[in-house]
């Protein structure tokens, strides 16, 4: 379903990407691991153009992300559902209408848009706090909301950048439920950054390590943690076994 | 960033930016309206309306209720129905309008108008302001008959009289106005005088000079054309003043006591400096120490290397007898006295005057005694005369009989020579001895030159001195001794210090004014002729290189009080509105326009950096906010018809990039947007006008943006 090549990207002279090559089947749950700083978050925001790439190809469905423009780069991202580590809920609107606006917005009949916003909601437990704002729910709740509005536009592929990085560890725990929930319950690609390895262990078809903007090491969780090739692995294995 | 406009946004742009300058407009100009609105009822209620007054008097505050009491009597005796106003008082003078019944606005009237108010108690003057009229400054007097007498027949006048230098027309509705105004300049066009200026002190015979001025441009203007009308009395009491002062400063200067000043070598005088000295006190001035009362200062004037002259300004050495060698010291403004930089002499003048007084009184008092003294010199001398006339006589008729004696004793032959000798020696001898007794000191042949003294003629002028001193005593020399002490006494009056703060005064009012010299007018009626060119032609004919040539009108028209008080008014509207126009910009664009500012420049941290290393440094946001910075600034001030004085609409475009540009790249600071907002509309697939409408606009803060969008955000 997505095939990655090439990738470049740097920040002056800072490299972000140094030739990602990645591919991910229909329906895999791929997560991505490695230190702060190895590329992982600049390689999922490419795959939505969130970030641009200097360089490299990003093929999803057969279609070349790089050169979509205007409305088919936005119908591109409508089925790309995107959860980001701050949440970035729209701090104005209700639980509810973050989680239909987009899809109103996108031309979605109002009442099916409500229906697929009742459905997401209740996916995650959030449909009872459907009229707060935002800034009234925990980290936890708001990033359960931001689940909640990537998954009602029925996405084909869903990006997960760090989704438990900015919260506390008590509340890790119920974002992680949901999310293990989803990859069980959905038949939906995923690409997941996180340091969770045994979230990682739990769900991921596949882990792939990355290192200085490149992928070192890449197989099933047991390949990876329990015959690590690479540096980083073997960290893992250590904290695995620790 | 044309991207984010594609997506749909521009329309909203476009939709803003006009609703934005139609706003400023109205808000400036609406505003500034209000204001001009607000000042022009004011003046309204103040002044009345058109043609509701026709005087402001002036009077004394203190006066103001008797005189009051005094315009409602005229009033009610002479001008049933005419109105007072009493207005403003400033600075201690009260001005109250006065307007006459329509029937009383004639001329007969307003030439009389110091007769009708001039008993008014504490009247300072007054200042007509009738309408409708045109007022025309500055009427040559020479015209003026002639100028009246022709505005009198032009359709639409009802009448005109002079007003001081002035001359006010008249008309009999405000309609006529233009018309008449343009018929007043035509005429006023006929006239021009052309005027010739001498420099100060430049004495020249101004009849003599006015025919060679006509001589020259004969070929020109027709001479039935030009007179000249130099004795004019135009302007002449303030030449005169003028004058006066110079001379009066001229007389101070040759009072004041002399100061002659050397500086010391290495030192430079400088004029304007204070230099201190001991004067005729027991203080003595030293380096460093502060300035005391009892010194004298000199302020420096005329420098001439390393010379100077002075003026004392503080303190007096009019009891100085003698010329002073003093040691001079600068001051300093703090007040401290500085270092010795030169050498003072100072004299005082006017105890040489007064010694000159002194000593004419002396002179005056003996005077009387003289003349008497005289008188009886003279009668004695008179007497002296006569007996020697009398002496005269008998020694002629002596010294024929002698001779007769002689000659006799010669021819008688019984006389022995030596006897005849003995006799001739006597005689001779007795001769000799009688005219020494009567004249002594005369030669032999004296007798023969006392005859030959004309004593009539010396009788004559003792005759002559005898009445001279008569006359002299005819003198009322005790009314002159009377007034010589009178100067004597008043003469310590005047010290250095007040003839220093005089000449500093007169010098301070002379400084702005152009001291007049000689003048001459010429009367050109019909006539075109170049002035510069003149002036060439002129400086040769009376070879004096300084007279200059100028070619002014006879009189000018100036619109009305009011007009240009609404025209002032009109002014103050238009620069408010600049003003305000340039307020609203920086405030729509910190309020609307810093939001997009802001997005545009998020969005653009969010692409890849340019290849071109100009065009990374380039912020086409920044560029973009200079451009809607300008536009809107020189739209809004055109709209709102502002014009600030001096500002052009060049300028004022300038003004708006440059505040387009400061809040551009300030934008973040006034008007931050929430990126990861903007991030998940991106990631959700809105379109940039949707991001815009439905995520950065409703947050941002209340604008007119804000205002227009909420007709387009749905949620």
Same mark, same amino acid.
């Given at each position: 379903?997505?095939?990655?090549?090439?990738?470049?990207?740097?920040?002056?002279?800072?490299?972000?990407?140094?030739?990602?090559?990645?591919? /991910?089947?229909?329906?895999?749950?791929? /997560?991505?691991?490695?230190?702060?700083?190895?590329?992982?978050?600049?390689?999922?925001?490419?795959?939505?153009?969130?970030?641009?790439?200097?360089?490299?190809?990003? /093929?999803?469905?057969?279609?070349?992300?790089?050169?979509?423009?205007?409305?088919?780069?936005?119908?591109?991202?409508?089925?790309?559902?995107?959860?980001?580590?701050?949440?970035?809920?729209?701090?104005?609107?209700? /639980?509810?209408?973050?989680?239909?606006?987009?899809?109103?917005?996108?031309?979605?009949?109002?009442?099916?848009?409500?229906?697929?916003?009742?459905?997401?909601?209740?996916?995650?437990?959030?449909?009872?706090?459907?009229?707060?704002?935002?800034?009234?729910?925990?980290?936890?709740?708001?990033?359960?909301?931001?689940?909640?509005?990537?998954?009602?536009?029925?996405?084909?592929?869903?990006?997960?950048?760090?989704?438990?990085?900015?919260?506390?560890?008590?509340?890790?725990?119920?974002?992680?439920?949901?999310?293990?929930?989803?990859?069980?319950?959905?038949?939906?690609?995923?690409?997941?950054?996180?340091?969770?390895?045994?979230?990682?262990?739990?769900?991921?078809?596949?882990?792939?390590?990355?290192?200085?903007?490149?992928?070192?090491?890449?197989?099933?969780?047991?390949?990876?943690?329990?015959?690590p090739k690479s540096e980083i692995g073997r960290k893992y294995?250590?904290?695995?076994?620790? | 960033?044309?991207?984010?406009?594609?997506?749909?946004? @521009?329309?909203?742009?476009?939709?803003?930016?006009?609703?934005?300058?139609?706003?400023?407009?109205?808000?400036?100009?609406?505003?500034?309206?209000?204001?001009?609105?607000?000042?022009?009822?004011?003046?309204?209620?103040?002044?009345?309306?058109?043609?509701?007054?026709?005087?402001?008097?002036?009077?004394?505050?203190?006066?103001?209720?008797?005189?009051?009491?005094?315009?409602?009597?005229?009033?009610?005796?002479?001008?049933?129905?005419?109105?007072?106003?009493?207005?403003?008082?400033?600075?201690?003078?009260?001005?109250?309008?006065?307007?006459?019944?329509?029937?009383?606005?004639?001329?007969?009237?307003?030439?009389?108008?110091?007769?009708?108010?001039?008993?008014?108690?504490?009247?300072?003057?007054?200042?007509?302001?009738?309408?409708?009229?045109?007022?025309?400054?500055?009427?040559?007097?020479?015209?003026?008959?002639?100028?009246?007498?022709?505005?009198?027949?032009?359709?639409?006048?009802?009448?005109?009289?002079?007003?001081?230098?002035?001359?006010?027309?008249?008309?009999?509705?405000?309609?006529?106005?233009?018309?008449?105004?343009?018929?007043?300049?035509?005429?006023?066009?006929?006239?021009?005088?052309?005027?010739?200026?001498?420099?100060?002190?430049?004495?020249?015979?101004?009849?003599?000079?006015?025919?060679? #001025?006509?001589?020259?441009?004969?070929?020109?203007?027709?001479?039935?054309?030009?007179?000249?009308?130099?004795?004019?009395?135009?302007?002449?009491?303030?030449?005169?003043?003028?004058?006066?002062?110079?001379?009066?400063?001229?007389?101070?200067?040759?009072?004041?006591?002399?100061?002659?000043?050397?500086?010391?070598?290495?030192?430079?005088?400088?004029?304007?400096?204070?230099? #201190?000295?001991?004067?005729?006190?027991?203080?003595?001035?030293?380096?460093?120490?502060?300035?005391?009362?009892?010194?004298?200062?000199?302020?420096?004037?005329?420098?001439?290397?390393?010379?100077?002259?002075?003026?004392?300004?503080?303190?007096?050495?009019?009891?100085?007898?003698?010329?002073?060698?003093?040691?001079?010291?600068? @001051?300093?403004?703090?007040?401290?006295?500085?270092?010795?930089?030169?050498?003072?002499?100072?004299?005082?003048?006017?105890?040489?005057?007064?010694?000159?007084?002194?000593?004419?009184?002396? @002179?005056?008092?003996?005077?009387d005694e003289l003349a008497v003294e005289a008188s009886l010199?003279?009668?004695?001398?008179?007497?002296?005369?006569?007996?020697?006339?009398e002496a005269l006589m008998q020694l002629e008729v002596l010294?024929?009989?002698?001779?007769?004696?002689?000659?006799?004793?010669?021819?008688?032959?019984?006389?022995?020579?030596? *006897?005849?000798?003995?006799?001739?020696?006597?005689?001779?001898?007795?001769?000799?001895?009688?005219?020494?007794?009567?004249?002594?000191?005369?030669?032999?042949?004296?007798?023969?030159?006392?005859?030959?003294?004309?004593?009539?003629?010396?009788?004559?002028?003792?005759?002559?001195?005898?009445?001279?001193?008569?006359?002299?005593?005819?003198?009322?020399?005790?009314?002159?001794?009377?007034?010589?002490?009178?100067?004597?006494?008043?003469?310590?009056?005047?010290?250095?210090?007040?003839?220093?703060?005089?000449?500093?005064?007169?010098?301070?009012?002379?400084?702005?004014? #152009?001291?007049?010299?000689?003048?001459?007018?010429?009367?050109?009626?019909?006539?075109?002729?170049?002035?510069?060119?003149?002036?060439? *032609?002129?400086?040769?004919?009376?070879?004096?290189?300084?007279?200059?040539?100028?070619?002014?009108? #006879?009189?000018?028209?100036?619109?009305?009080?009011?007009?240009?008080?609404?025209?002032?008014?009109?002014?103050?509207?238009?620069?408010?509105?600049?003003?305000?126009?340039?307020?609203?910009?920086?405030?729509?664009?910190?309020?609307?326009?810093?939001?997009?500012?802001?997005?545009?420049?998020?969005?653009?941290?969010?692409?890849?950096?340019?290849?071109?290393?100009?065009?990374?440094?380039?912020?086409?946001?920044?560029?973009?906010?200079?451009?809607?910075?300008?536009?809107?600034?020189?739209?809004?001030?055109?709209?709102?018809?502002?014009?600030?004085?001096?500002?052009?609409? *060049?300028?004022?475009?300038?003004?708006? @990039?440059?505040?387009?540009?400061?809040?551009?790249?300030?934008?973040?600071?006034?008007?931050?947007?929430?990126?990861?907002?903007?991030?998940?509309?991106?990631?959700?697939?809105?379109?940039?006008?949707?991001?815009?409408?439905?995520?950065?606009?409703?947050?941002?803060?209340?604008?007119?943006?804000?205002?227009?969008?909420?007709?387009?955000?749905?949620?």
């Amino acid at each position: 379903m997505l095939q990655i090549r090439d990738l470049y990207k740097s920040y002056g002279k800072q490299v972000a990407l140094n030739g990602v090559n990645l591919d /991910v089947k229909r329906g895999e749950t791929l /997560v991505i691991m490695g230190p702060s700083g190895c590329g992982k978050s600049t390689t999922i925001r490419c795959i939505n153009r969130l970030t641009e790439p200097d360089q490299g190809s990003i /093929v999803v469905d057969g279609k070349a992300v790089l050169e979509l423009q205007g409305e088919a780069l936005r119908a591109y991202r409508r089925n790309v559902g995107f959860v980001f580590q701050q949440f970035n809920l729209i701090n104005r609107l209700t /639980v509810f209408d973050n989680v239909i606006f987009h899809l109103v917005l996108a031309g979605v009949e109002r009442d099916l848009a409500e229906e697929r916003a009742e459905q997401a909601l209740r996916k995650v437990g959030m449909l009872k706090h459907r009229h707060k704002k935002p800034t009234n729910l925990s980290g936890g709740e708001q990033q359960r909301v931001g689940i909640a509005r990537a998954l009602a536009s029925n996405p084909d592929l869903m990006l997960w950048d760090e989704p438990t990085a900015s919260l506390d560890p008590i509340l890790v725990g119920e974002v992680l439920e949901v999310m293990e929930e989803l990859v069980r319950t959905t038949q939906t690609t995923m690409v997941i950054v996180t340091h969770e390895v045994s979230f990682a262990l739990k769900v991921a078809d596949r882990i792939v390590l990355m290192d200085q903007g490149q992928i070192v090491e890449a197989g099933s969780p047991q390949a990876v943690f329990n015959a690590p090739k690479s540096e980083i692995g073997r960290k893992y294995q250590k904290l695995i076994a620790g | 960033m044309l991207q984010f406009f594609r997506d749909g946004f @521009l329309k909203d742009y476009i939709v803003l930016m006009l609703v934005t300058i139609v706003v400023g407009a109205i808000f400036s100009s609406g505003l500034a309206w209000a204001v001009d609105s607000h000042f022009g009822d004011s003046i309204n209620q103040m002044i009345g309306d058109q043609g509701e007054y026709d005087l402001i008097l002036h009077i004394r505050e203190e006066a103001k209720e008797v005189a009051l009491r005094e315009l409602e009597r005229i009033a009610e005796e002479q001008f049933p129905g005419a109105k007072i106003n009493e207005t403003l008082t400033v600075a201690g003078q009260s001005n109250i309008f006065f307007g006459f019944p329509p029937a009383a606005k004639t001329e007969e009237v307003f030439v009389n108008l110091p007769g009708i108010f001039n008993g008014v108690p504490g009247l300072n003057g007054y200042t007509v302001i009738v309408e409708p009229s045109i007022l025309i400054r500055g009427v040559h007097p020479s015209v003026r008959q002639q100028l009246q007498e022709r505005f009198q027949e032009i359709t639409g006048v009802k009448f005109s009289f002079k007003d001081g230098l002035n001359m006010l027309v008249v008309l009999d509705s405000m309609d006529n106005s233009k018309a008449v105004s343009e018929e007043i300049q035509a005429i006023l066009d006929e006239y021009q005088i052309l005027e010739l200026r001498f420099p100060m002190g430049f004495q020249v015979d101004t009849g003599q000079v006015a025919n060679e #001025v006509m001589d020259l441009i004969k070929d020109q203007v027709n001479p039935d054309q030009m007179l000249n009308v130099s004795s004019a009395e135009y302007g002449e009491e303030l030449d005169a003043f003028l004058k006066t002062l110079v001379e009066m400063r001229n007389f101070l200067l040759s009072y004041a006591s002399k100061v002659r000043i050397k500086a010391k070598p290495g030192f430079h005088l400088v004029e304007g400096e204070q230099i #201190v000295v001991q004067g005729t006190g027991e203080v003595v001035p030293s380096q460093d120490s502060e300035f005391e009362e009892g010194l004298v200062v000199v302020e420096v004037i005329n420098v001439q290397g390393d010379q100077a002259e002075g003026m004392i300004i503080k303190g007096s050495i009019s009891d100085a007898t003698e010329v002073l060698e003093q040691k001079g010291y600068r @001051l300093l403004s703090n007040g401290t006295i500085s270092e010795y930089l030169a050498d003072v002499e100072l004299e005082n003048e006017r105890y040489y005057l007064q010694y000159a007084v002194e000593e004419s009184l002396r @002179l005056l008092r003996e005077l009387d005694e003289l003349a008497v003294e005289a008188s009886l010199a003279v009668e004695n001398a008179d007497a002296i005369l006569n007996s020697f006339q009398e002496a005269l006589m008998q020694l002629e008729v002596l010294q024929i009989q002698l001779h007769k004696l002689s000659e006799g004793l010669t021819q008688n032959g019984t006389q022995s020579a030596s *006897e005849q000798l003995i006799v001739s020696l006597l005689v001779n001898g007795l001769v000799k001895n009688l005219v020494q007794a009567g004249a002594e000191n005369l030669p032999d042949n004296s007798l023969q030159s006392l005859e030959d003294l004309d004593v009539e003629a010396m009788r004559s002028s003792l005759s002559n001195i005898a009445s001279q001193i008569t006359n002299v005593q005819d003198i009322d020399v005790q009314a002159i001794i009377d007034q010589i002490s009178y100067v004597r006494d008043s003469l310590p009056l005047l010290e250095d210090e007040d003839i220093g703060k005089s000449i500093r005064l007169i010098n301070t009012y002379l400084a702005g004014q #152009v001291i007049p010299g000689e003048r001459v007018q010429i009367l050109i009626q019909n006539g075109i002729i170049d002035d510069k060119q003149f002036e060439a *032609e002129i400086r040769d004919s009376l070879d004096n290189d300084y007279v200059n040539t100028y070619l002014t009108t #006879v009189g000018m028209i100036n619109p009305d009080a009011r007009a240009e008080l609404f025209k002032l008014l009109k002014e103050i509207r238009a620069t408010i509105a600049g003003m305000l126009a340039v307020v609203f910009v920086i405030a729509i664009l910190i309020l609307d326009q810093a939001t997009i500012f802001s997005t545009l420049k998020f969005l653009r941290s969010t692409r890849n950096a340019a290849k071109n290393k100009i065009l990374r440094l380039v912020n086409p946001a920044i560029i973009f906010s200079s451009l809607i910075g300008m536009i809107l600034l020189s739209n809004i001030y055109l709209l709102a018809k502002a014009e600030i004085p001096f500002v052009t609409i *060049e300028i004022v475009a300038i003004a708006g @990039l440059i505040i387009g540009a400061l809040i551009g790249g300030l934008s973040e600071r006034f008007s931050p947007v929430n990126s990861q907002e903007i991030m998940a509309g991106q990631a959700l697939g809105l379109s940039n006008v949707q991001i815009m409408r439905e995520i950065v606009i409703p947050a941002s803060r209340p604008g007119l943006l804000n205002l227009l969008n909420r007709a387009k955000q749905r949620f």
